[in-house]
């Protein structure tokens, strides 16, 4: 089925190591986004890829890399994991054609614990 | 002070209640209004989208915005136990950001 996917679902890591999630899309969607979702914060953007071979920061870039490998691809990368990146994470898409409503299709989420 | 607020709830109602749920917001830059249902350990999925004021319908569903109140709603009408979900309120001003409201957690008894 056509959509967003990401990888792992489900992560534990302890605090200090590294990790990456992966964002794959088969939409054909310029620009694809990494949300965190935590209790009574709702979704935070984390970065963003307006296009292929660009990336912006969000509202908490910190403690994150990211890479636009191609067009179906964005990575995000926990370089030392802490506790309060304990959270789940979202990996987006959008549709050329929206531009406006920036209408989002959203994988299934990745959740993280860092112990 | 967050750009937009949302009452996270949780809200319970019975079957065939109408539901009102609401969001206001602090930047009068926001064009474009979303409201995105999130069931439980899923992505969130958009529901309906708005541009600038006045009110959109989509079967039981009614959004309205009211830009000079810098208020949304979503409206639900004959509500379903199938409902059962998380609201998400969100707005961009027609760029690349789109800013989320915390999200309400409705449940609908049978």
């Known amino acids: 089925n056509a959509g967003v996917t990401q990888t792992p679902k489900f992560q534990v890591l302890k605090t200090g190591q590294s990790m990456t999630l992966q964002c794959a899309q088969d939409m054909n969607h310029n620009s694809m986004y990494w949300y965190r979702q935590d209790p009574g914060m709702g979704l935070r953007l984390i970065y963003y890829?307006?296009?292929?071979?660009?990336?912006d920061k969000g509202e908490v870039p910190n403690g994150y890399n990211v890479s636009r490998l191609n067009k179906r691809e964005f990575s995000l990368r926990l370089e030392s994991a802490a506790p309060s990146q304990t959270s789940v994470y979202f990996c987006?898409?959008?549709?050329?054609?929206?531009?406006?409503?920036?209408?989002?299709?959203f994988g299934a989420g990745s959740r993280l614990t860092v112990l | 002070q967050k750009e937009v607020e949302q009452d996270p709830g949780p809200l319970s109602v019975p079957e065939g209640a109408i539901v009102s749920l609401n969001c206001t917001y602090s930047n009068s830059a926001f064009q474009y209004f979303m409201w995105y249902r999130q069931y439980s350990r899923k992505g969130p999925e958009l529901l309906m989208y708005t541009y600038s004021s006045g009110n959109k319908e989509d079967g039981r569903f009614t959004a309205q915005v009211d830009k000079s109140s810098k208020y949304i709603s979503l409206f639900i009408r004959d509500s379903q136990p199938s409902d059962s979900a998380t609201y998400l309120c969100a707005m961009n001003t027609g760029g690349f950001k789109t800013i989320f409201g915390a999200g309400t957690r409705l449940f609908v008894k049978a």
């Open positions: 890829s307006a296009s292929e071979g660009t990336t």
């Open positions: 987006a898409s959008r549709e050329t054609g929206d531009a406006g409503a920036n209408v989002l299709t």
